[in-house]
């Protein structure tokens, strides 16, 4: 068995500042949305279908979003589903697929808990970076979900 490579100091200082942004971030927006009655869960499904054509996607495309499982995809829809703020429908022309459809309710509720989430983002991130610091953790970003194996399919207002 041979050695972990284990993190220098450097390297550990880094990953510990990641973990305390990832952790304070997702605090920020979760406090929010309590604001407004959702989850963050609830938002994570919502702002893709909100700004897909006609409202809806396949659960395939939602699931790959997100980065959930089909249980667990499966579940929240389930809930959200129960709630009234999406629904779900067969495809026509494929047995195996559904599409996930935001309702006028959901979409309501999107639109109302985006603006709080939107100046939270700026608050405790992008108003914090120059422009050169956006661009590089965007690529950061970008490479180490392609590492990662986290599917790179485009929002639905990135086509």
Same mark, same amino acid.
């Given at each position: 068995?041979?050695? &972990?490579?284990?993190?220098? &100091?450097?390297?550990? !200082? ?19 949305? @309590? ?22 996607? !396949?659960? !395939? ?22 709630? @009234? ?37 700026? !608050? ?6 120059? &422009? ?21 399919? &485009? ?5």
């Amino acid at each position: 068995m041979t050695e &972990p490579r284990w993190l220098d &100091p450097q390297e550990r !200082r880094m990953w510990r500042a990641y973990l305390r942004m990832q952790r304070a971030i997702e605090v920020a927006l979760v406090r929010q949305l @309590g604001e407004t009655g959702i989850s963050r869960t609830d938002f994570e499904v919502l702002v893709p279908l909100s700004e897909a054509k006609d409202r809806s996607l !396949r659960v !395939r495309d939602l699931a790959s979003w997100t980065g959930w499982d089909r249980s667990r995809i499966s579940h929240q829809l389930r809930r959200m589903e129960e709630r @009234g703020l999406i629904t779900r429908e067969d495809v026509a022309d494929d047995a195996r697929g559904t599409m996930v459809r935001l309702t006028d309710k959901g979409y309501e509720i999107t639109v109302a808990a985006a603006p709080g989430q939107v100046e939270t983002v700026r !608050r405790v991130l992008v108003d914090l970076l120059d &422009p050169a610091e956006i661009d590089q953790l965007t690529t950061i970003g970008e490479r180490v979900a392609t590492a990662a194996g986290y599917a790179n399919l &485009p929002y639905p207002d990135e086509r």
